[in-house]
Every structure is written in structure tokens, then in C-alpha cells.
């Protein structure tokens, strides 16, 4: 796989580090996320501090996010991992929705407290493609990126119709202090890239789910 650039956004590297008082106000935010009563078409997530709701995927976004479910499926047909979506990742009082995920299964010994989504640990690969709109992107691009990174996912893949050409990211190595990644490559649509590890490795995201090479 050939890289186009290793740089992490200039605010990929920000910490923030967690006071007995940002735990107070992480349960808060978590008991209102619990109770939130949402309208058909919208989802919430608790992100670096704040309760995120936005509304269900465009055509062109589920058109990707259904073509990474499927071939995930195929991939890990017959063992003892699959790919999950629209189901909280639950982290120490934070919540994502992310649009695809490699887990165990079988779940059931991986849900939280509550039973309101699977703990991050069992997570060992996330796939997020970005919305339209700045502050989604920058929700995408960045804040969720920093947020997965804490929580140890072994590997993230953002599929970004937005930039440029359209590209594709991933992200290896997390940093849980720093809220970074020890590696990041990013390619242009047209490029495969390969999962380097984990229960997906040598799964192959390319122009069967991107789309073709954009002139």
C-alpha cells in the first residue's frame, strides 16, 4: 500500500487528560445519553465530552457502509467473528455508533453494565465512513479518531468521499495516553488497502466498496 501522506491532522495529537471532575460530568452525560428519547431516523453518541446526535446516512454513505458490511460478512463467514453495525461501542462512559465493526459473534459476554452496546475491548476493527458537513467531518476526521485511539481499537479505516479524490485512511497502533496513532496511511480511492491484523487481516478495501479511482 502506497502512503500519500503520514501527517495526523494538527489537532489529532491534543489530550485530554480525565480530573475526578471530568468523571463526575462523563456520568452525567452518560445518565442523560441513557435516557435520551430520540425521533425515528436519528442516533446519539457521547463524544469527548459532549452528547452528539445526527441523523441516519445519506444514500451514498450507506451505499458504502452496506458494501463494507457484506464483504466483511464473506471474509469472516464461518468463524467465530462478524461484523457488527448500528449497535453502541461503549467505552468508560462513552458511546459510538460506529458504521461497521469486527467482534466476537457471539456478543453476549462482551455487553456492558446496562446491556447498551459491546465493550470497546472486544472490538478489534472500525470502519467509519464520513459524512457531509464540516462539523461532521471534523467529528469523523478527528474527534472520533482520538476517541478510538484511547480505547485501544487495534485498527481503524475512515473511508472519506469528501477529500479530494476520495480516500481511505487507517490507522494502526493506539496510543491510549496520547490519544494518537503510532501509524496512519492514507491513499487515494483506486489504491487497495490491506488489514494488516486482527481477526480481518488481508481484508481488502478497494474500488468494490469506494468506487472507482476518481480522475
Same mark, same amino acid.
Given at each position: 500500500m502506497t502512503a500519500l501522506a503520514h501527517e495526523r491532522p494538527e489537532t489529532?495529537?491534543?489530550? %485530554?487528560? +480525565?480530573?475526578?471532575?471530568?468523571?463526575?460530568?462523563?456520568?452525567?452525560?452518560?445518565?442523560?445519553?441513557?435516557?435520551?428519547?430520540?425521533? +425515528?431516523?436519528? %442516533?446519539a453518541e457521547i463524544i469527548e465530552g459532549a452528547i452528539e446526535v445526527s441523523p441516519t446516512a445519506r444514500r451514498s454513505h450507506g451505499l458504502i457502509t452496506n458494501r463494507v458490511r457484506r464483504a466483511l460478512d464473506k471474509f469472516l463467514d464461518g468463524g467465530e467473528y462478524a461484523c457488527h453495525q448500528d449497535v453502541n461501542v461503549i467505552h468508560r462512559r462513552k458511546a459510538w455508533i460506529p458504521d461497521a465493526f469486527v467482534a466476537p459473534e457471539d456478543t453476549q459476554p462482551w455487553g456492558d453494565e446496562d446491556d447498551l452496546g459491546v465493550r470497546a475491548e472486544a472490538v478489534y476493527l472500525i470502519v467509519d465512513v464520513v459524512s457531509p458537513g464540516k462539523r461532521n467531518q471534523d467529528r469523523d476526521r478527528v474527534r472520533k479518531l482520538r476517541e478510538y485511539a484511547r480505547a485501544g481499537i487495534p485498527t481503524y479505516v475512515g473511508i472519506d468521499d469528501y477529500d479530494a479524490q476520495g480516500s481511505v485512511t487507517l490507522c494502526t497502533g493506539p496510543g491510549l495516553d496520547k490519544a494518537d496513532w503510532e501509524d496512519i496511511h492514507r491513499v487515494y480511492y483506486g489504491t487497495d488497502v490491506t488489514i494488516p491484523e486482527g481477526p480481518a487481516k488481508g481484508f481488502v478495501i478497494g474500488e468494490t466498496i469506494t468506487g472507482p479511482k476518481r480522475s
Open positions: 489529532m495529537s491534543e489530550v %485530554r487528560t +480525565e480530573s475526578e471532575n471530568d468523571s463526575d460530568f462523563d456520568e452525567v452525560l452518560w445518565q442523560a445519553w441513557k435516557a435520551m428519547e430520540l425521533p +425515528e431516523g436519528y %442516533r
